[in-house]
């Protein structure tokens, strides 16, 4: 059923008689899995009382929710939550809403004050309609969406966030306007990352930033340099490794060769250490440390002028 835009404030007032910054606000925080079910709920309910535009918009909405964002992906970002292979059977996407609901969410969200369903309907506008000022407000909301997430310490679901508004302000644009700000904001993340941040949420940061103009190049290869000493204190393998290898793109970006094969080599020491520390316990497990040991290898190998190494750990 169309929804005429002069009509909706009294859709939105006499019909469903909540607005949606109120279900917003009910709860302290809010994911989108639970907000699908919120709407959904509330189009059930809609259904039962007979408001058939309640309940449409209520609709629209959950199925905004009821997806999952990709933002590597260029032309498809928003994803099935659920894909059944085997009976070739998914649960709906942005390319399943209708125009009527394209229209509705159109309207909503022009009004819509938390960040988490403000900037999802905007992304949707775009990707579906290629709508430039929806996309506009997308960068800017999930922007604050992303710093929302920072303060209740929920960096996985930052993450992503970040992500699209990079990959918005390209498709957009809108490079001028907004990249400075989203350098400067991972920048503070960076220089220097909180003691208590993530390892996964700075090396992510590092990366994003790797393809971002920036005058702090040699400060952040520093960092990485850090927090690679922070990981081997602390045991954590893999992001050592990880850290060192970053410092080395760092340095490579910076064409200084020494410093990268120096973060290489460093880097590669890590699966030495690894396979020695497997025969170096009590419980020793040589399947395990010669894993590690071909793994040193073979970086070796790879790497100019490291032949001595290779044949030393071979």
């Known amino acids: 059923m169309d929804i005429a835009v002069g009509g909706f404030e009294e859709v939105c007032g006499v019909v469903m008689g ?13 994911n989108y899995h639970a907000l699908a079910t919120e709407f959904f709920t509330l ?44 009976d070739n059977t998914r649960t709906l996407d942005a390319n399943d809403l209708t125009d009527d609901q394209l229209n509705i969410i159109g309207e909503i969200y022009k009004n819509i004050e938390p960040p988490i369903l403000h900037c999802r309907i905007a992304d949707i506008l775009w990707v579906r309609k290629r709508d430039h000022i929806a996309a506009i407000t997308a960068i800017e909301s999930y922007m604050k969406h992303f710093n929302s997430c920072i303060e209740k310490n929920a960096h996985h679901d930052a993450v992503p966030l970040l992500e699209r508004a990079i990959r918005l302000v390209h498709h957009a644009g809108q490079i001028e306007k907004y990249m400075p700000n989203i350098t400067s904001v991972i920048e503070t993340y960076l220089l220097p990352p909180p003691a208590e941040q993530p390892f996964f949420f700075t090396s992510k940061l590092i990366q994003l930033i790797l393809g971002i103009e920036t005058s702090k190049e040699i400060e952040i290869a520093r960092v990485c340099r850090d927090v690679a000493e922070i990981a081997k204190e602390k045991g954590e393998w893999h992001w050592e490794q990880d850290f060192y290898e970053l410092e080395a793109r760092w340095y490579r970006r910076l064409k200084d060769k020494s410093k990268e094969i120096a973060a290489l080599l460093l880097a590669v020491e890590t699966l030495e250490r690894r396979g020695e520390s497997c025969i170096s316990s009590v419980r020793k497990d040589y399947m395990s440390a010669s894993s590690w040991f071909s793994q040193a290898i073979e970086a070796y190998r790879r790497m100019p002028g490291a032949k001595e190494h290779s044949d030393r750990v071979h």
């Open 18 to 30: 909540i607005d949606f910054n109120e279900i917003l606000h009910k709860k302290e925080s809010w």
């Open 43 to 86: 189009a059930e309910k809609a259904k039962a009382d007979g408001e058939r535009e309640a309940e449409n918009i209520y609709t629209s909405l959950a199925i905004c929710c009821h997806m999952t964002l990709n933002p590597d992906d260029r032309i498809k970002p928003f994803k099935p939550l659920f894909i059944n292979y085997q």
